[in-house]
């Protein structure tokens, strides 16, 4: 009976496996069939999709020759030629016209600006910005009027160098130290930087003369000759860092006390030609009671005279000068 029952389980079971796999089977059936109405029914539509994408890459196959022959056509622009100033550059070629070129220079004065304001970091401070422009200007003048527009070249690249030479043969022109003195002075700064820096003391003069492989005398003279170089701005401000407080050098070395030298030169042409039309002995006369400051007896006595004849003497003078200004006014009135 006990085997009887175990057969019977085992058939219900494997009854039950075979409609389990007989129904994955059906399944499986049915997803097929789904997938193959898909694909037939997007086999049916692809052709329209085919013949759509045929007559798109044929219309960009078409339209591509003549977007290569427009790209033929427009030339690559070098420097000027091609660019948007170039008719503007063959009109002043071709007339030299004044106006044309003030309106190039307007264009490019920007260039002159950052050029002269680079320079004057490496300048000192007595050097004013303004004579850099001014400078610069001239050469933005000579580059435009030397400019061949047919190389090829931009007219940026080819002005800053006119620029800067020209503002450095203005800054060499203003120097009154030799070229020599400046090579000299020059030579012995990147010598004694370069001791610094290896040795992190101030060198002594030997090291200094076998650095730049001269004897010591050589070296000495050399800086006798470097000394003249070092030249000082009275106008030159001293500031403390707030601004407000700025002060010149001038302001520091000024004798209240002392008379001005513009008066006295003054002063000087002025008595010059006043006692120009008086005789020897008037002008001694003159020249010593207003110009040493000294009496009429010491006049005197240095002339040889009496007191009495000294002051007569200088009243006749005075007379006589009063009558030459009042001519004179009188013919500069007329």
């Known amino acids: 009976m006990a085997t009887i029952a175990r057969s019977s389980r085992a058939k219900s079971a494997s009854s039950k496996t075979t409609t389990k796999s007989k129904s994955a089977a059906s399944k499986t059936k049915a997803k097929a069939k789904t997938t193959t109405k898909n694909r037939v029914s997007e086999a049916t539509k692809s052709p329209v999709k085919r013949t759509t994408a045929k007559k798109q890459t044929s219309a960009a196959a078409k339209a591509a020759p003549k977007t290569r022959t427009a790209a033929r056509k427009t030339p690559k622009a070098r420097g000027e030629l091609g660019g948007p100033n170039e008719a503007l550059w063959r009109d002043y070629k071709a007339t030299h016209d004044p106006a044309l ?50 190389r090829g070249i931009k007219f940026k690249t080819y002005c800053s160098t006119r620029i800067r030479g020209a503002i450095l043969d203005e800054l060499r022109s203003q120097d009154w130290v030799p070229r020599l003195v400046r090579l000299r002075a020059h030579q012995l700064n990147r010598a004694q930087a370069a001791l610094e820096a290896r040795h992190g003391r101030a060198p002594t003069h030997a090291e200094m003369a076998s650095e730049m492989d001269v004897s010591l005398g050589d070296y000495l ?94 009243s006749n003078v005075m007379r006589k000068l009063k009558n030459h200004l009042e001519s004179s006014q009188l013919h500069l009135w007329l």
């Open 221 to 314: 003279s050399m800086i006798e000759e470097a000394r003249a170089h070092t030249v000082r701005s009275l106008q030159e401000t001293w500031d403390d860092g707030n601004g407000d407080q700025s002060a010149e050098k001038i302001d520091f070395l000024r004798d209240p006390g002392s008379p001005d030298p513009a008066d006295v030169l003054n002063q000087e042409d002025v008595m010059r030609a006043i006692i120009r039309s008086l005789n020897r002995r008037e002008k001694q006369i003159i020249l010593m009671y207003y110009r040493d400051g000294l009496t009429m007896k010491q006049i005197g006595d240095v002339l040889e005279l009496t007191e009495s004849r000294v002051c007569q003497i200088h």
């Open 101 to 150: 070129r003030n309106q190039l220079m307007e264009m490019y004065l920007s260039v002159v600006d950052f050029i002269a304001e680079r320079l004057l970091l490496t300048l000192p401070r007595s050097i004013d910005v303004d004579d850099l422009k001014s400078a610069g200007i001239f050469g933005l003048m000579d580059a435009i009027d030397g400019f061949d527009l047919e």
